[in-house]
């Protein structure tokens, strides 16, 4: 009776690692495919930020290493009836954005707390568009000085998965002659976010 158990242990635990393993087969495919998907989008002179001498001998985007701890669970708190705000930019615009709700979650040993954002002002293209702009301290150093950006889908549930290896830079990293939220002060992380874009010129 021992033995049998402990073959059957062998086995859960074996079959826990494949799907382990396959799991992370399959998060780093899309998140190749995420990629390659933003790499066309830089190189397509009809949609890319890039000043037209950098498109010319772009590539690909500089990424750090994908790293699945930085694929994160976190959990999502409602804010009902938040007022909206002007979020300040790179330049005198003003967008108005209502906080949506806030995501807690674990980096290392660490728990954050980050808001994220809903337009304010009802646009039909950004239905169901909720943004989550942070800063962290690799901002300057390997990463854009002004904070990275990721994109989430409406409606959240009470656990959201947050992958910072999707993280983006604004488009005035690549171009000045945009206008690009700046990450409010309550959007900073007080750790190294080593996971996706690095900044585009050292």
């Not at 983006?168 to 700046?182: F, L, T, V």
Request: proline share 7%; aromatic share 12%; hydrophobic share 40%.
């Amino acid at each position: 009776m021992f033995a049998l158990r402990v073959v059957v242990v062998l086995v859960l635990s074996i079959s826990a690692l494949v799907l382990q393993a396959q799991d992370t087969i399959v998060w780093r495919d899309s998140l190749d495919a995420y990629w390659a998907r933003m790499d066309a989008e830089f190189a397509d002179s009809a949609h890319s930020p890039l000043k037209s001498e950098d498109r010319q001998v772009f590539e690909h985007l500089h990424r750090f290493p994908a790293e699945h701890s930085y694929c994160v669970e976190a959990t999502f708190s409602a804010v009902a009836h938040a007022e909206p705000f002007a979020m300040k930019t790179s330049t005198t615009r003003m967008p108005m954005y209502k906080v949506h709700g806030t995501l807690t979650f674990q980096l290392g040993d660490r728990e954050f707390s980050l808001p994220v954002y809903e337009n304010a002002v009802p646009n039909p293209a950004y239905a169901y568009h909720l943004f989550l702009p942070f800063t962290d301290l690799t901002n300057g150093e390997e990463s854009y000085g002004g904070g990275r950006y990721l994109d989430l889908q409406a409606p959240l549930g009470p656990t959201v998965i947050v992958d910072f290896n999707k993280a983006y830079n604004p488009y005035c990293a690549y171009n000045d002659r945009y206008s690009c939220p700046i990450p409010p002060i309550e959007n900073h992380v007080d750790a190294e976010v080593r996971a996706g874009v690095l900044k585009f010129h050292d």
